[in-house]
């Protein structure tokens, strides 16, 4: 865990964040090359390591909307190289998309055509972050101007210089220290407990036409070392980008995807990080014999997930040994969560069975095998997800099993979540929302509405708005939960037009947070705030202050009307809220 934290550092180093500009809807692509070689001395022990990547990096304008639009970048034939040894995963030739403001400039957001390692999105953030330039201001005196930028160390200076011939350079000149480090939440320093980062040198040139760059050349050195000195990082970059006339590949998957990333289907995990073929034991008894002796609460997580993807073609064997309980309870309950995590066709049939074959095994084992199906990044087959279904819909089930098939629905919808933007999560949420058309009852009901926003599948807003409106409070609660989950100006609409005529207090507390989780306009943000009066009760006032904290994050004058907020709540919970909300944990 630490090396991948200091991985995400040296991304950090080898990238540089600022804000943004618009620019013409042209699609280019140029030749990248960058090499870093990084010194690490850990407890007096040195390490050294060489770094290169090439390919050709494409730039596609996407999707534009009313307050910030969308970049898009692929490097098409990404071939990346530590100490000249290739790597055989393919994070780096992944599509991604950069979403920014058009107001400020600022980076807004990230989207990536995979399901990303959090270190290797950093590593795709940190390439973009060193094409990024800082917005010039308007009325512009002079030829140079400093900006103030962050990055996951910190917030450091920029000078940039405005040069002939459409050219600009950057300097990034020094980090900024907080003014308490005991305070700082920054990720990066709290990782090492890092003082300042020492910029050595740090020089980037710029040359743009009409459409984006044309090319840039650029080195950098920083070094960071921890306030104990046990750690120094130090990395030394060069950097360069030339654009390149000829047509771009057809086959490059940037060309091809959607404009609007949040629509994007991911790639498959085989192909972002293939792996070697398996080593299986000999036979099936073999497989049983070195599970059994496997501590699964204890053991290495790399070597047990290892170990099932070796020997996956044993895995239904696995269904007779659990259903006699051969294995210790805690050590039962870690294996089911290795077997979702392996994620194939054969363990996720495995863990279906469990669930479903209600005479073999116990509710516990069922509910096991739930949770660890809410691990699936790779579809189910056909015959799992109507197996699955066709319990969950089933009549006639006792109280446990009516629980257990309820929870089953809601794994569907998490399931469809974690594999958004696929056809198998666009067909999996089409099912449950079918199904909740003819549900007959409301608990089945109060369940399909709950998958239906573990999804966060917008698709399905306007059939979870009705359920806004009917007799059930439970429902209206449900629904107004669902559509938390899926913000989006729709979303809102149903939940703003639900607010003033909601009779049921629990159904109102759901429907303010909702809201909460939208970007709000001065009315919406004052009807909220009406939600804070003392007249209210206190799970009212609760959810008021909830959704006014997640406002006050974009909209400053938001944070007095909390302020306002503390001379009249009286309830220590709500001020805890208020506190939180204001100045942080």
Not at 14 to 37: F, H, I, N
Not at 141 to 152: C, F, N, S
Not at 284 to 292: G, H, S
Not at 456 to 462: C, F, I, L, R, Y
Request: glycine letters at 4%; one cysteine or more; aromatic letters at 8%.
């Amino acid at each position: 865990m630490r090396l991948i934290k200091i991985s995400l550092l040296i991304c950090t180093l080898l990238g540089y964040v600022s804000a943004a500009y618009a620019v013409p809807r042209c699609t280019v692509w140029a030749e990248l090359q960058s090499k870093a070689d990084t010194n690490i001395t850990s407890m007096n022990s040195p390490a050294k390591s060489q770094f290169d990547l090439h390919g050709r990096l494409i730039y596609r304008p996407l999707l534009v909307e009313e307050k910030s639009y969308w970049l898009g970048f692929e490097l098409y034939q990404a071939t990346a190289k530590l100490n000249k040894i290739l790597s055989t995963s393919n994070e780096y030739s992944v599509p991604f998309a950069v979403k920014i403001s058009n107001s400020t400039g600022e980076i807004l957001d990230y989207r990536f055509n995979a399901k990303l390692k959090t270190a290797d999105q950093q590593k795709l953030i940190a390439l973009y972050r060193a094409f990024h330039r800082a917005k010039q201001p308007e009325n512009l005196q002079g030829d140079t101007y400093w900006v103030k930028e962050r990055d996951d160390i910190g917030q450091y200076k920029s000078l940039y210089t405005v040069l002939a011939d459409n050219k600009l350079m950057r300097n990034k000149l020094s980090y900024i220290e907080p003014t308490d480090t005991r305070r700082s939440t920054n990720a990066a320093k709290n990782l090492m407990q890092l003082d300042t980062a020492n910029i050595i040198s740090d020089e980037f040139t710029f040359e743009n036409d009409k459409c984006w760059l044309t090319s840039t050349l650029g080195n950098s050195h920083i070094k960071v070392n921890s306030s104990d000195d046990n750690m120094v990082i130090e990395v030394m970059q060069t950097l360069s980008l030339v654009r390149k006339n000829q047509s771009i590949p057809d086959d490059a998957r940037l060309l091809h995807l959607p404009e609007d990333p949040k629509q994007w289907k991911y790639l498959s995990a085989d192909w972002v990080y293939p792996k070697a073929p398996p080593k299986p034991l000999k036979n099936v008894e073999a497989f049983i014999t070195t599970l059994k002796g496997i501590d699964w609460l204890e053991g290495d997580r790399k070597e047990l997930l290892q170990f099932l993807y070796n020997n996956d073609q044993y895995l239904g064997s696995l269904k007779a040994l659990i259903s006699t309980k051969a294995i210790a309870d805690p050590l039962e309950s870690k294996l089911f969560m290795y077997l979702g995590k392996h994620d194939s066709v054969n363990s996720k049939q495995l863990l279906t069975d469990v669930f479903v074959e209600q005479d073999l095994f116990s509710p516990n084992q069922r509910f096991r095998s739930l949770m660890a199906l809410k691990y699936s990044e790779k579809p189910l087959t056909n015959i799992q997800v109507e197996a699955i279904f066709e319990y969950s819909m089933s009549y006639g089930l006792n109280e446990e099993n009516s629980k257990l098939a309820h929870s089953a629905l809601m794994v569907m919808g998490a399931i469809a979540k974690n594999q958004r933007g696929s056809e198998f999560s666009t067909q999996l949420t089409q099912k449950l929302a079918d199904t909740l058309s003819t549900s007959a009852t409301q608990e089945k009901a109060s369940a399909l509405i709950t998958a239906l926003g573990n999804s966060g599948d917008n698709a399905h807003q306007q059939l979870i708005g009705d359920y806004l409106t009917v007799d059930s409070p439970r429902l209206r609660l449900n629904a107004a939960e669902a559509l938390a989950k899926m913000p989006s100006r729709e979303s809102l609409n149903y939940l703003s037009n639900q607010l003033e005529q909601e009779t049921d207090s629990k159904a109102q507390g759901a429907i303010i947070k909702a809201m909460g989780n939208n970007e709000l306009d001065a009315e919406q943000v004052a009807s909220i705030y009406a939600f804070a009066d003392s007249n209210y009760s206190r799970d009212i006032r609760s959810a008021a202050i909830s959704a006014l904290s997640q406002q006050a994050k974009s909209q400053p004058k938001v944070k007095k009307r909390l302020k306002a907020l503390i001379k009249t709540e009286k309830n220590q919970k709500n001020l805890r809220q208020l506190m939180k909300a204001l100045y942080g944990s």
